[in-house]
């Protein structure tokens, strides 16, 4: 039964948070994305209840050493990096160590990641040369907000301009304006 007293947010964060759980869940940037939505549901709605929600997901997916659930740095896959992004958030409001070891390693990843001749990201270590799109955003946020947050950021953003400007450059059709 819908209870019409709540908002459309407040029926579509419960519904999520009633749906999604650790076994339809896994560490994925879909997993990453849905925790985004829910902390920003938190703060609009200021229900602790959401907020635990997403940080006990969380804290499955990143151990308390930093680890996180099946990142492996060599395989440079930008999409494993999206979940640094809610990382960057509740290191921001717990100060716990756990996600600033992690944030860490995906830092460590974009160091080391294979780059195009111009120098753009690969989005993935076997995908050769290749720049996504949705690449951009997966390390974009997370890369920025790290190097806000602790040091580096002109750097940074210089490199994720030229991200950008890489894949602008690469994928402009001037006949078709797309």
């Known amino acids: 039964m819908i209870d019409y007293r709540l908002t459309m947010t407040e029926r579509m964060t419960l519904s999520a948070m009633r749906k999604f759980n650790l076994e339809n869940a896994p560490y994925s ?20 209840e959401i907020l635990m929600y997403v940080r006990n997901m969380l804290e499955a997916y990143v151990h308390e050493d930093g680890t996180c659930e099946k990142f492996v740095l060599e395989e440079y896959s930008m999409d ?11 290191y921001a409001l717990t100060g716990d160590d756990r996600y600033k070891k992690g944030l860490d390693q995906f830092i460590e990843m974009l160091k080391t990641q294979p780059r195009t001749p111009e120098g753009g990201f690969w989005h993935k270590g076997r995908y050769t040369n290749q720049m996504w799109l949705d690449g951009l955003f997966m390390q974009g946020p997370v890369y920025a907000g790290y190097c806000r947050m602790f040091g580096g950021l002109k750097e940074c953003l210089d490199d994720i301009v030229a991200q950008f400007e890489l894949v602008y450059e690469k994928t402009y059709d001037p006949q078709t304006g797309l």
């Open 80 to 90: 494993n990096i999206r979940m640094g992004y809610i990382m960057l958030k509740f």
């Open 29 to 48: 940037y879909k997993s990453a994305i849905l925790l985004e939505a829910l902390y920003k549901a938190y703060r609009v709605l200021g229900n602790d």
